[in-house]
């Protein structure tokens, strides 16, 4: 099949169902991360993820990682370093930080390019994209960004500086994103790390229903206000 380019003067996909199978959830490429677009793509069950000096490519995988809130897993170990923890959380906070740590975090290369992290610190400030801070002290240690779509949460990134310190971010805001009503929590593309969070595999047409049901419904007023988590 043919992937299909996308002109940057329409913000219209391809329906997701046309995704390639290999690689998995390939849909298209081309167009911008201007925020409608972004939106739009969200909204439709598809993400841009792509290498430097490459076009911009479109996916939306099948199967599809999620995390219920409510499913978050607590190991042992985890359970007892928790109980004493050195980290504080915030809600936030230093959104480009955490998207440059992200960034730094990845030693094969990082997809997250000047161009991307322009692209969400537009959505930041328009209220779309939130991010997650682990501090230990005054020094960032950790965290996570993403996008919210109504009661669901399209994780992008997150990064570790420091003992469990993405794992104190997710627990956190997994327990606080279910109390202001949040339903799901998108991890995109399942990894061994957030398998040992409860994070698991859905079919696309079962995440492509979750959108449908929860994009648009609405959190309790004060979720993203910035804050101290824990």
Known sequence: MRLIQLSRDSLNFPPPEMALRE?????????????ARLLNAYHHGIFPWFSPGDPILWWS???????????????????????????????????????????????????????????????????????VEVWLGDELVGGMYGLALGQIFCGESMFSRSE??????????????????????????????TASLGAREISRASYLQYVENYARQALLPDCWRPKRLF
């Open 23 to 35: 690689p998995n959830g390939l849909l298209a490429m081309g167009g911008d991360l201007s925020s």
């Open 61 to 131: 995988p099948d199967p599809r990682a999620v995390l219920l809130p409510g499913e978050f897993h607590l190991s042992r170990s985890m359970k007892r370093f928790h109980h004493k923890s050195p980290y504080t959380v915030t809600l936030n906070q230093r959104f480009s930080d955490v998207v440059a740590g992200c960034a730094a975090e990845r030693d094969e290369g990082t997809w997250i390019t000047p161009e991307v992290r322009q692209a969400w610190q537009l959505l930041h400030s328009q209220g779309y994209a939130h991010s």
């Open 164 to 193: 469990n310190a993405s794992k104190t971010a997710l627990l956190i805001f997994s327990r606080w994103f279910q109390q202001q009503g949040g339903q799901l929590i998108d991890c995109q593309i399942l990894n061994p790390h």
